[in-house]
């Protein structure tokens, strides 16, 4: 057994609960619930022969990521920062959050998820943006906690990265 603590991490409204709750419970709600400080679930993910259990740690968005929050960050395997591919700024509030939690607890294998796949017609992120990301070496992949699309492909390439560690 294989156990992993997984940062779900990003801005706030951004979807990082209803990606979690597509992810372990094959759900989607069209209500917002706010996360108020962490909320900690868990699933198990079959790769290969092995049986990675992921403790998923939602953690509350924000418009600024608050340095007591990077505590949570500790003893993390790696970490999904959502971006709401709707919302633009949100983009930008992840690559702060992304370097502030370099600073906190050093390089830890991370995926930039684009939420809201199924909205592409609505998008802000332009291509140019991804391309860049691209250029620095980070994994980037879109996904729709609505329709669960590449959502656990997401977990998929976060896990497979750490197993490169």
């Not at 990606?19 to 909320?39: A, N």
């Not at 509030?93 to 017609?121: E, S």
Request: charged share 25%; proline share 1%.
């Amino acid at each position: 057994m294989i156990q992993k603590k997984i940062c779900m991490v990003g801005a706030f409204a951004v979807g990082k609960t209803s990606l979690v709750s597509r992810f372990v419970d094959s759900i989607f709600s069209d209500k917002y619930h706010t996360t108020v400080g962490v909320k900690i679930a868990k699933k198990v993910l079959e790769i290969g022969t092995e049986a990675w259990h992921l403790l998923l740690w939602d953690l509350a968005g924000e418009d600024e990521f608050l340095q007591v929050r990077t505590s949570y960050l500790c003893g993390s395997s790696g970490y999904i920062l959502v971006v709401d591919g709707t919302r633009r700024a949100t983009l930008d509030m992840a690559l702060d959050i992304q370097q502030r939690i370099v600073d906190a607890v050093g390089p830890v294998p991370f995926i930039i998820l684009f939420n809201k796949a199924d909205l592409t017609q609505e998008w802000d992120i332009t291509q140019e943006a991804c391309a860049g990301l691209a250029q620095k070496g980070w994994t980037w992949l879109k996904a729709s906690a609505k329709t669960g699309e590449g959502v656990e492909e997401a977990f998929e390439a976060l896990v497979a990265q750490m197993q490169e560690r």
